[in-house]
């Protein structure tokens, strides 16, 4: 019996070394991962900046700027009041404030946007709803400069833009 007391003691002692190593990898290694989706759920309410290295998806409410370093995706239930800045966004519910996606932005048929769009390329289904300036292509990114720039001369010069903009209204 005595040996098999302490073949039992010898195992629980390998055991809780074998977890606390785990846990030292686990605690040491923790470098960001672009698969990593967040999710702000349904009933859920966030007051306050959000900020994502992978993908963040919205199904609930922000009010406050989101950020992802991979992509936003709001459900059609989710609402956003403040800007979105990400690489990628899928808009299926509703924002007020700014987004900027860096490479791709897809509205679906049951977005509802009031605010400023830029994008390198748009997707718009039939159905969504957009009330604000969309700019499209390689635009610049926002700077410091004031709306309006003085030149030399004491006239007043707009800043340069490289992307078409598109007015649009409701109704459309």
């Known amino acids: 019996m005595a040996l098999i007391g302490r073949n039992a003691q010898s195992t629980s002692r390998n055991s809780s070394k074998?977890?606390?190593?785990?846990?030292?990898?686990?605690?040491?290694?923790?470098?960001?991962?672009?698969?990593?989706?967040?999710?702000?759920g349904p009933g859920m309410r966030v007051d306050g900046d959000c900020t994502a290295d992978g993908t963040l998806r919205v199904e609930g409410y922000i009010?406050?700027?989101v950020r992802a370093g991979k992509a936003v995706v709001v459900s059609k239930d989710g609402v956003v009041e403040g800007d979105?800045?990400?690489?990628?966004?899928?808009?299926?519910g509703?924002?007020?404030g700014t987004v900027s996606?860096?490479?791709?932005?897809?509205l679906q048929a049951t977005c509802q946007i009031q605010g400023e769009i830029r994008a390198r390329r748009i997707k718009l289904d039939e159905g969504?709803?957009?009330?604000?300036?969309?700019?499209?292509?390689d635009a610049e990114r926002p700077s410091s400069v004031p709306a309006a720039v003085r030149t030399g001369g004491g006239e007043t010069a707009a800043p340069k833009s490289?992307?078409?903009?598109?007015?649009?209204?409701?109704?459309m």
């Open 101 to 106: 996606a860096e490479s791709r932005l897809e």
């Open 84 to 92: 979105i800045l990400t690489q990628d966004a899928i808009i299926g």
């Open 63 to 65: 009010k406050g700027t």
């Open 18 to 40: 074998d977890q606390s190593e785990m846990a030292k990898e686990t605690n040491g290694s923790q470098t960001p991962r672009d698969g990593v989706i967040s999710i702000i």
């Open 162 to 171: 490289s992307g078409p903009a598109i007015e649009a209204t409701p109704g």
């Open 94 to 96: 509703k924002v007020t």
């Open 128 to 137: 969504g709803q957009v009330n604000g300036n969309v700019r499209t292509g």
